[in-house]
Structure formats: structure tokens, C-alpha cells
């Protein structure tokens, strides 16, 4: 890594800068040992204390975690999302300078359940449209998340567009479907033995699940879904006024 000849801002931020490069992109993974900090000064040709303070405001933003005696460590994605209102995972991870992207493992037409059709007012039996999918926050799984949207919506939606946009991007900006509101319910569970696979977790261990139906308008549901995180990696912020 390599440091602009000439440029205005703070040595220490263009080194914090480099570093968060290569751990949003893959080059650093989680639990991987990060340069110590005599090769950072070597390296950039800056002192021990812009090297230092560099790398405790990373620490700060979560980003990594050191040891005594042994280093810098890249830590797991540890993120919140505000409750406040309606947004996308990828839309506020985005907002707070994270990559996030999906691996769809399933989408098709289905027949919807009992509480797929209950939820989305549609009489049990009517086809839906389902999407699976792994969520990445910084290359690293953070949520597995299972979806059904109506048909007539749903049918619309390609592999290739639910990889890179999120969901409710999608809905608004190309399939013309203004979201108006969502119930939530937030639960705690056991990850499934497909879930803990994917999440790269032990199976049975602890995650957060939301449950989550989005409306289309006041009356109309659009889609109902099952988010599942780590529960290591993420929360839910809300402000509650008295």
C-alpha cells in the first residue's frame, strides 16, 4: 500500500483510508492478523504515532480488535441499522461506507404456504414468487434471508439485479411499487443446519430473526419475509421518546 505524493488530507486518515480499502475488499479477511506496526511505518514512511492513531480509529469504528502482545486483528462485520424508518439492509450499510452484496440461492415460483398467503392476504395455494438469499456485509456472510412476493410483482425480479441491489431498491425504482410501511417482529432462535452453513456459524447457535411483511400501500402487502443474522454481527438501534 502506497500513500498519495501529494495530497491535503492527514496522514493518518490516508493510512486508515488504505487499510479499510483492503478489508472491505477481501484482501484482509476476519481474524487475519494485520500488519504490526513497524512494518506500517516502514511501509508508509510515517511515525509510529500517525501509524498509531490510524489504527485505534479503526479499532473505534469496529472494524478490528488487538490483542496484548500479538497484534491487530480484522474483526467480524459488526454493524446496527436504525428502526426508524423503512430501509433496506444494503441501503444503510451503504449510507455508513459498507460493501454489501448477495448470493442468490434460490428463486422461483412456488406455492405459497399457509402463512405466506395469510400474510400477504392471497388464498393458500396462490402462486408466489420466493428468493433466497445470502446477505454479505465487507465479503463476510451477515444474513441469510428468505422472501415471497407476489407474483404478479415478483415474477419481474432476475438473479442478476437481486445480486447487486437490494430488494426494496428494486421494487421502487424499477417495478414502479412505492413501499408505504412494514410490520416488524424480532425474535431470537437457533441457527438451522442449512442457515448455520451458510452463515458460516456452528449449527443451533444463537441468531436474530426478523419477521418482517412490507406494504405496498396502507392495505396492499407486497412481500413478507424472513430475515436471519448473526447475532454477533448485527442489532437494531430505535430512540424511544417518552
Not at 71 to 97: D, K, Y
Not at 124 to 150: A, C, F, H, M
Not at 172 to 189: C, F, K, M, P, Y
Request: overall charge neutral; hydrophobic content about 40%; aromatic content about 8%.
Amino acid at each position: 500500500m502506497q500513500l498519495p505524493q501529494f495530497s491535503t488530507v492527514p496522514l493518518y486518515t490516508q493510512i486508515k483510508e488504505a487499510i479499510r480499502g483492503k478489508i472491505i475488499d477481501g484482501t484482509y479477511v476476519a481474524h487475519q492478523r494485520l500488519p504490526s506496526e513497524s512494518e506500517m511505518i516502514s511501509a508508509f514512511g510515517v511515525s509510529r504515532i500517525t501509524v498509531r492513531q490510524a489504527m485505534n480509529d479503526l479499532q473505534k469504528e469496529g472494524l478490528l480488535f488487538k490483542v496484548h502482545g500479538k497484534g491487530s486483528f480484522v474483526a467480524l462485520p459488526n454493524v446496527s441499522q436504525e428502526l426508524t424508518h423503512l430501509q433496506g439492509f444494503g441501503e444503510a450499510m451503504r449510507f455508513l461506507g459498507h460493501e454489501t452484496f448477495s448470493e442468490v440461492f434460490g428463486l422461483e415460483t412456488v406455492t405459497g404456504s399457509s402463512i405466506a398467503c395469510s400474510k400477504l392476504g392471497l388464498r393458500e395455494g396462490t402462486p408466489v414468487t420466493e428468493i433466497r438469499r445470502v446477505r454479505y456485509l465487507n465479503r463476510e456472510p451477515i444474513s441469510i434471508d428468505y422472501s415471497w412476493v407476489r407474483h404478479e410483482v415478483g415474477s419481474r425480479l432476475s438473479e442478476q439485479n437481486l445480486r447487486d441491489k437490494d430488494l426494496f431498491s428494486l421494487l421502487e425504482n424499477e417495478l414502479g411499487q412505492a413501499l408505504h410501511s412494514a410490520d416488524v417482529e424480532i425474535d431470537a432462535t437457533a441457527a438451522s443446519a442449512e442457515i448455520a452453513e451458510r452463515l458460516r456459524v456452528a449449527p443451533n447457535s444463537p441468531i436474530l430473526r426478523i419477521e418482517r411483511l412490507t406494504f405496498a400501500s396502507e392495505t396492499k402487502p407486497l412481500v413478507f419475509e424472513y430475515l436471519h443474522y448473526r447475532a454477533e454481527s448485527f442489532k437494531y438501534k430505535l430512540k424511544v421518546l417518552r
